[in-house]
């Protein structure tokens, strides 16, 4: 009988720690090229599938050109996944501060961000056309704020 116990323990310790160093599958992130016509560009958005509802995540003032900081250093992405919401995370808006700029037409953040990039998910992705969420660091705090406003 004491043997039985031991190889059932022992059974039960080695799945336990199989599944507690088992790897977590990653969900899938898609580099998006959304259409803005306001800023006369594409727009790359890692965007990560999981709900009708999304956040969109704004980087600070040192926001890469090609692809969020939120997915390589804040692991945003992983965070988030499987959590029942969607991801977006938009890339090149280096001091930016996500506000449409009255001078240069080419810095139009504010209409990307509330209105294009929104109804191009809900067309393209299935996502509802409102009920988001938009946070960010530093300068993406600040535009979040303006365009919740």
Do not use: C
Not at 2 to 8: Q, S
Not at 55 to 67: E, I, Q, R
Not at 117 to 143: E, R
Request: net charge negative.
């Amino acid at each position: 009988m004491r043997g039985l116990i031991r190889a059932f323990l022992t059974v039960a310790l080695t799945a336990g720690l199989w599944a507690a160093t088992a790897p977590i599958a990653k969900a899938e992130i898609e580099t998006l090229m959304v259409p803005s016509a306001a800023m006369g560009r594409d727009i790359p958005v890692a965007f990560q599938g999981g709900g009708p509802h999304m956040v969109v995540l704004l980087d600070a003032f040192n926001a890469a050109p090609d692809v969020s900081n939120w997915v390589t250093a804040g692991n945003a992405m992983n965070t988030l996944g499987g959590k029942g919401i969607s991801v977006a995370a938009p890339a090149s808006g280096a001091w930016s501060l996500y506000t449409n700029w009255e001078q240069d037409g080419s810095m139009q953040w504010e209409t990307f961000l509330s209105d294009e990039l929104p109804n191009w998910l809900a067309a393209n992705k299935g996502l509802a056309p409102s009920g988001h969420g938009i946070v960010g660091a530093a300068q993406g705090g600040t535009g979040a704020m303006t365009i919740a406003t």
